[in-house]
């Protein structure tokens, strides 16, 4: 594999970055995945993506969610309720072809079992240490 992103918060806008790098790579013909762990991994299988306080308001959620719709982006909500849609980022990735992992010792401790959350591929703890490994670029941190 080429880059391994971790994406380990449960911040909407942590999750959109790396999403976007990680299409981005992938479209460039690069061999990427992301390792999703801790509060990522939390919120990707049933929990929920927040936006961080500087980025949470009006003023701002507005304006990023009009631009992500021009540049393709996926949204949630309409009118005044609309945003950025974190977990259908997720989607959008998967389906671009990024590879989307469940950290084993994260789906251990949060009890998310052996098939991991829907879309994922689930690895045991020596194959997550050999994908780290083996990768030419690991970005983030477990």
Known sequence: MDIVFIARDAL??????????????????????VIFTQEALAAATGGSFIWPRELSG???????????????????????????????????AR???VT?????????LLGIGEQGPVGFKTVDRKGALTLLREAKQVIGTL
């Open 12 to 33: 909407a806008s942590s999750i959109v970055g790396t999403l976007l790098a990680a299409v981005e790579a992938k479209e460039e013909g690069l061999d990427v995945g």
């Open 58 to 92: 009006p003023e701002m959620r507005y304006p990023l969610a009009d631009r992500g719709k021009a540049l393709g982006l996926p949204l949630m909500g309409r009118s005044e309720s609309r945003q950025l849609d974190a977990k259908g980022l997720i989607a959008r």
């Open 95 to 97: 389906d671009k072809g």
């Open 100 to 108: 989307l992992y469940a950290c084993p010792w994260w789906s251990a």
